[in-house]
Nanobody, 130 residues
Framework: QVQLVESGGGSVQAGGSLRLSCAHS????????FGWFRQDPGKEREGVAA???????????YYADSMKGRFTISQDNAKNTLYLQMNSLKPEDTAMYYC????????????????????WGQGTQVTVSS
């Protein structure tokens, strides 16, 4: 079983930045699709970004339209850690952020669908004020 633990959330002013981290145990970077999701109370969980390591060693990333250009997903193989760098934050970015893992194939088709991911972290809260 894969275990994931998020950290780095907090409160920030609009226009500010935060970097979220997700430490994971069990999975091999080359065998999984890793994703970031977010959810506000009463709303549907939405995909933020995803990443996988191609067999050549190159990382392939995906982003939701509203996050592209502001958020950057990355990973550190040596530390078994996934990151989400968030810049130019807006009040509408306020949500609980989760990291998740899924079979590698998911990144190519359903990276943005929470139901496609098997393993989840506990979440870390991000609050953006104006």
């Amino acid at each position: 079983q894969v275990q994931l633990v998020e950290s780095g959330g907090g409160s920030v002013q609009a226009g500010g930045s935060l970097r979220l981290s997700c430490a994971h145990s069990g999975p091999e970077y080359t065998s999984y699709c890793f994703g970031w999701f977010r959810q506000d109370p009463g709303k549907e969980r939405e995909g933020v970004a995803a990443i996988y390591t191609h067999y050549t060693g190159a990382n392939v990333t995906y982003y939701a339209d509203s996050m592209k250009g502001r958020f950057t997903i990355s990973q550190d193989n040596a530390k078994n850690t996934l990151y989400l760098q968030m810049n130019s934050l807006k009040p509408e970015d306020t949500a609980m952020y989760y990291c998740a893992a899924a079979p590698l194939r998911v990144c190519g088709t359903d990276w943005y669908l929470s139901r496609a991911f098997t393993y989840w972290g506990q979440g870390t809260q991000v609050t953006v004020s104006s």
